[in-house]
């Protein structure tokens, strides 16, 4: 794991918004080209290509959300989540098809995740489906790094100055996944109440979970 220190300096970085428009990238180009390549040279036909297209799809922020309310209940289970992330999962059926180490990073009360990947776009696709447009926009991959309060204070989420920013850098064989902090007021909830408040972007670190019971992040 990549920790970027969280401090406030003077710098001349662009402060460009995180949600814009992006033509497609070196590497979508490179995916693209390799994709027709392989389809030419016979290794892959479209149709196998279609239908891992189709696994990649049918996974979605949903099965996170069961893995986060499983370890709010279950100590023993978030224990084991905690030291290998992909063999909790699999713990609930959710299978991984590569080879990809998966780190769950726990959010306390004095510690706040974020991901990123600066490179491209790796991201937790097993258990959290394919990753937003804004996760794969340069903006986000380079300001997450080096001013993260700023960045994440645009998507709504105020972090006080005693509680650390810790930023993750995903990598190909290297993959994250943040487990957010239980909200209060739940705790008559069962998983399936609890999983209906998780989202995709707590998973990500970029937005705290809302309290039902008095609406405070937390």
């Not at 033509?23 to 279609?50: C, H, N, S, V, W």
């Not at 099965?63 to 978030?78: I, S």
């Not at 098809?97 to 991901?115: F, G, M, Q, S």
Request: aromatic share 8%; net charge negative; with cysteine.
């Amino acid at each position: 794991m990549t920790e970027h220190e969280d401090h406030a300096h003077g710098h001349d970085h662009d402060h460009a918004p995180i949600v814009t428009a992006e033509a497609p990238g070196y590497y979508d180009i490179m995916e693209t080209a390799f994709q027709e390549l392989m389809i030419e040279k016979g290794y892959f036909t479209a149709g196998e290509i279609r239908r891992q297209i189709e696994v990649l799809d049918s996974r979605n922020p949903a099965l996170g959300a069961k893995v986060v309310a499983r370890a709010w209940t279950d100590p023993e289970f978030k224990a084991r989540l905690l030291k290998n992330g992909r063999t909790g999962c699999e713990e609930l059926g959710i299978t991984f098809y590569d080879e990809t180490e998966l780190i769950v990073l726990e959010n306390t009360p004095k510690v706040h995740n974020l991901i990123v990947c600066t490179l491209c776009s790796c991201y937790p696709r097993p258990v959290l489906g394919l990753p937003p447009d804004w996760y794969k926009l340069k903006p986000y991959r380079a300001r997450a790094v080096y001013e993260p309060r700023r960045v994440l204070e645009e998507f709504g989420t105020d972090i006080p100055d005693n509680v650390e920013i810790r930023v993750s850098d995903s990598t190909a064989i290297q993959r994250y996944l943040v487990l957010p902090l239980r909200p209060a007021g739940t705790d008559d909830f069962d998983e399936e109440q609890l999983a209906a408040l998780v989202t995709r972007d707590a998973m990500i670190g970029v937005i705290q979970i809302q309290s039902p019971a008095k609406g405070v992040a937390v």
